[in-house]
């Protein structure tokens, strides 16, 4: 069964604080590990990673897999308080289907 | 931007009664995806299509809930009697259902049983 845990659970920080989010998991079929952002409602899409040691850049966020090691990062450099967020770490596997960790709670306090 | 649509956005009800959630993907999407998410286990897929034919409801219930899309554009979540246990945020997505396209969500039901 594909597995993901994401740590830690929940961070706190200050803005202007770079945080690194991780995320490693075990999988029979990799297709791609995807990064969602969940505020209120929807989660929203990020990143897909398909390649290791291919970094995704959108703005302050980037992240980056790692196919050895099973694992990945998301990054966020100067946060800011709209970065608040639960940052849902999800693995495709077989059949288009999403595995999802358990979140990582970020507050970014001003 | 092109959207999923869910509705109800809330609903509150009553032990026993019947659920009904719809969803409507985004125009072009073939994969539609059923996901029920709460404090403890997070998301978790309930089940799944593509062309409109259910590839996977293991994730599901089988004697109260059913999911069905009578068409392209509508995809159906059910609950028949729904129980407390039920009560959770049930959010639909949609892909394109090829390589390497990610789901996209809509802003999920939020269900409380009584």
């Known amino acids: 069964e594909d597995k993901v845990v994401q740590s830690p659970l929940s961070l706190v920080v200050h803005e202007g604080d770079t945080v690194t989010l991780n995320c490693s998991y075990e999988v029979t079929n990799f297709r791609s590990l995807l990064w969602y952002k969940q505020e209120k409602k929807a989660p929203t899409f990020l990143f897909m990673l398909?390649?290791?040691?291919i970094e995704k850049k959108s703005g302050r966020l980037s992240s980056i897999l790692d196919k050895k090691e099973l694992f990945s990062i998301l990054n966020i450099t100067a946060t800011q308080t709209g970065d608040s967020a639960v940052y849902l770490c999800a693995l495709g596997g077989s059949n288009y289907k999403l595995t999802f960790g358990k979140g990582t709670l970020l507050t970014v306090n001003p | 931007d092109a959207r999923v649509t869910q509705t109800p956005r809330h609903k509150v009800t009553e032990m026993g009664q019947e659920v009904t959630m719809r969803c409507q993907p985004i125009?072009?999407?073939?994969?539609v995806f059923w996901y029920r998410q709460t404090m403890m286990q997070g998301l978790e897929l309930l089940a799944y299509?593509?062309?409109?034919?259910?590839?996977?409801d293991s994730g599901m219930p089988k004697d109260r809930f059913s999911a069905e899309m009578p068409d392209a554009t509508l995809a159906t979540l059910k609950i028949q009697p729904s129980e407390p246990r039920d009560s959770a945020v049930y959010f639909c997505?949609?892909?394109?259902?090829?390589?390497?396209?990610?789901?996209?969500f809509g802003d999920g039901t939020r269900l409380s049983i009584l």
């Open positions: 299509f593509r062309n409109r034919a259910p590839l996977d």
């Open positions: 125009l072009g999407h073939n994969t």
């Open positions: 997505a949609s892909g394109l259902g090829t390589k390497n396209q990610p789901q996209h």
């Open positions: 398909t390649s290791s040691g």
